[in-house]
């Protein structure tokens, strides 16, 4: 049986886990081919938060088993965390690699307004791909919002990562606007990226006004 809840200290190893093999090739390109430093940490990355009680990281558990992750930011760190995170960093990595990974990261961060719900490291394990879990992790995802007083839901996706978008249509995200970036390109081979959101307190536009609003950001974007 699935269930979708809060993650605990105790499920972060499978997490990152599941975060490592979903996007390995970003994270080889981020911090290398080591994946037992990576899991490490990707797992740091998300003590501090859940330590404190912060219910936003959000894990699919079948029988104990992690086979699905989601956060919602702002995922806020302290100093001690930050702290901690740059001391591992520095001795798995290096400092050059860790200077190369945290401009690596900037280039795919956001900063969410206050009203919005920001979705980031969706992952699915592998082998349970094609049985909603994802979709689960969405519906969940917006009841916290409405239980938080977000008003957003929001990401940004790559271009052509057409199964992610299907699957955050179908929870009722539209893309909004689309950004290109020679940088990311360089770094990550994605040049295109799409912005989605889904507003929880007005109406969706139609399905054609919202395409029509995407046409015309994307022709305002194009770099």
């Given amino acids: 049986m699935l269930q979708i809840r809060s993650a605990r200290l105790a499920d972060l190893p499978g997490m990152a ?41 959000l894990v699919a558990d079948r029988g104990g088993r992690i086979v699905g992750t989601l956060v919602i930011e702002p995922l806020l760190h302290t100093a001690d965390e930050n702290r901690a995170f740059e001391s591992l960093a520095v001795r798995e990595l290096g400092l050059l690699r860790l200077l190369r990974a945290a401009f690596m990261l900037w280039l795919l961060s ?5 009203d919005e719900a920001y979705i980031s490291d969706v992952g699915v394990a592998a082998d349970c791909q094609g049985e909603g879990i994802g979709g689960q992790l969405m519906a969940y995802a917006e009841r916290w919002a409405h239980e938080h007083g977000r008003t957003r839901l929001t990401l940004w996706v790559a271009a052509d990562n057409a ?20 940088l990311t390109r360089l770094t990550y081979g994605i040049r295109r990226w799409h912005f ?3 507003s929880l307190t007005s109406r969706q536009l139609p399905s054609g006004e919202r ?12 770099v």
């Fill in 17 to 57: 886990a599941v975060l490592q093999d979903a996007f390995s090739d970003k994270m080889h390109a981020i911090f290398g081919s080591d994946r037992e430093k990576i899991v490490s940490l990707l797992e740091l990355i998300y003590t501090g938060p859940v330590k404190r009680g912060y219910d936003g990281v």
């Fill in 110 to 114: 956001h900063k969410p307004g206050p």
């Fill in 163 to 182: 199964r992610a978008i299907h699957v955050y249509e179908k929870a009722g995200l539209a893309i909004t606007r689309t950004r290109a970036s020679w």
């Fill in 196 to 198: 989605m959101e889904k």
């Fill in 211 to 222: 395409e029509d609003r995407r046409r015309d950001a994307e022709d305002a974007e194009k």
